[in-house]
């Protein structure tokens, strides 16, 4: 049996952009440092799993590149207090200053955001993406176009076929189609909460065989959706205002997978 713990969207930020607005407003971003410290504590003492991965926006951005990268390290030195290997992947907030996956990558320690390894009999997957801040849906909506480049699904199709150990994959942008009514962020733009090329990369996917789970983040709630037999969990930020009551969401998982099965339990910190 093999566990792991699952959690996103931080939104990290420094004390001065925490303004009235930002305490009291969607994202409660105070709250990152203590519930990343409150999720170290459990992890280490109570769960011990055998690795942790996050699903990207360790930060929220703020336009300038040196204070952004500085607050990406800073925040990924704390998130290293696990005891265990832990991984993440790059989101949209994490890039959208620098615009640039070598430099957050840089910032991160890593050679590159698309990586894999192997860890606790697990091949895990980690995919970055490119991004075009222009882009227009098909109503003509402006938003925040992400995609897997075709290096990278080329690069996916040679992993996949190479390993023989059962696959996980985690990236930040969901997979599985969902129209997202209701969702606060992305229910007007569901385009947006989606990798653009999804399509190719379910047919990777699918195609290897190998696939257990797919997890991703970046659209601030938690649901499992399944297509061809492979289930996609989306998995809520952890400082999300969800209830509109001040409580941070909390929210992470905890996978264990075995050679029959993939359990997955929703847990919530509270302060």
């Known amino acids: 049996m093999v566990t792991f713990v699952i959690v996103s969207d931080f939104h990290y930020a420094l004390d001065k952009y925490l303004d009235e607005r930002t305490r009291s407003g969607r994202k409660l971003m105070q709250y990152a440092q203590p519930l990343l410290e409150r999720l170290i504590h459990e992890v ?28 990406l390290k800073d925040f990924w030195v704390k998130f290293r207090g696990f005891e ?3 991984f993440t992947c790059v989101g949209n907030h994490d890039l959208r200053t620098t615009k640039d996956r070598a430099a957050v990558a840089a910032a991160l320690e890593y050679e590159r955001t698309t990586y894999s390894v192997d860890v606790a009999g697990i091949h895990l997957v980690v995919l970055g993406t490119d991004v075009d801040y222009n882009a227009v849906d098909e109503r003509g909506t402006k938003y925040e176009k992400h995609w897997i480049s075709q290096s990278d699904l080329d690069w996916l199709a040679e ?19 969902d129209l997202q009514e209701g969702n606060y962020w992305f ?56 209830n509109w009551d001040d409580v941070p969401d909390g929210v992470y998982l905890v996978v264990s997978i075995n050679e029959a099965t993939v359990k997955v339990t929703t847990k919530y910190l509270r302060l």
């Open 44 to 71: 280490n003492e109570t769960i011990r799993p055998d690795f942790v991965v996050n699903l990207g926006d360790l930060i929220q951005d703020y336009g300038d590149y040196d204070e952004d990268v500085a607050t």
């Open 84 to 86: 265990v290997p832990v």
């Open 159 to 177: 992993d996949l076929a190479e390993t023989e150990l059962p696959v996980i994959v985690c990236l930040h942008f969901g997979v599985a189609e």
């Open 187 to 242: 229910g007007s733009c569901p385009e947006e909460g989606l990798i653009a090329n999804r399509k190719e990369l379910k047919a990777v996917l699918k195609g290897s065989g190998k696939v257990r789970a797919v997890f991703s983040g970046h659209q601030h709630w938690t649901k499992t959706l399944v297509e061809d037999g492979i289930p996609y969990y989306l998995v809520g930020s952890m400082t999300e205002n969800y």
